[in-house]
């Protein structure tokens, strides 16, 4: 028999698989997953409540400190100071922006800020009561919590209840 050249047969090698696009998409998906979780945590804003004790050596904090905005529709904004029974500044709307509510704020804590200087506890300015009604939009709060940043006011809480009084004040207005 004849020598025949024998066949040489090649290692056949398995299929290869192109992971390209797979690290491609899971450096995709780590990136999808950090921003999403980045903008998945909640924003709050600082909120600080003084303590009564601490304010003008009184036992409750005092009514002249207290500074209440009441927001209505139509960008209505009614400010009184102290309590609305006995108000020590009655109740008057202003407009939004520098000549307006900024003014008071400015002027009124300016005031509060002397006033608790000449009584040995510097620093203690107004605290503000916001008090949105249902009818109000939430432009008007985010521009009077604006305000509370610029005037550099630190106290202040956003209030929902109404007392009857309040109530009749803006339904007069």
């Not at 006995?86 to 709307?93: D, F, L, R």
């Not at 939009?137 to 956003?158: C, F, H, P, Q, R």
């Amino acid at each position: 028999m004849q020598q025949l050249p024998k066949k040489v047969r090649s290692k056949k090698l398995g299929p290869k698989i192109d992971l390209t696009a797979m690290v491609s998409v899971s450096f995709l998906l780590i990136i999808f997953f950090m921003v999403a979780t980045e903008l998945a945590k909640p924003k709050t804003l600082d909120l600080s409540i003084p303590d009564c004790r601490d304010t003008c050596g009184l036992g409750s904090c005092g009514e002249n400190r207290s500074v209440t905005i009441l927001l209505d529709d139509n960008n209505k904004l009614v400010v009184y100071i102290g309590l609305l029974a006995y108000p020590i500044m009655a109740p008057k709307e202003l407009n939004y922006g520098k000549e307006g509510i900024r003014k008071e704020l400015l002027i009124r804590n300016k005031s509060m800020l002397e006033y608790s200087s000449r009584r040995g506890k510097p620093g203690i300015g107004i605290t503000v009561i916001i008090k949105p009604t249902k009818k109000s939009n939430y432009g008007n709060l985010v521009d009077i919590l604006d305000e509370m940043k610029i005037t550099g006011i630190n106290s202040y809480a956003i209030a929902n209840d109404f007392t009857p009084e309040e109530t009749k004040l803006l339904a007069s207005n």
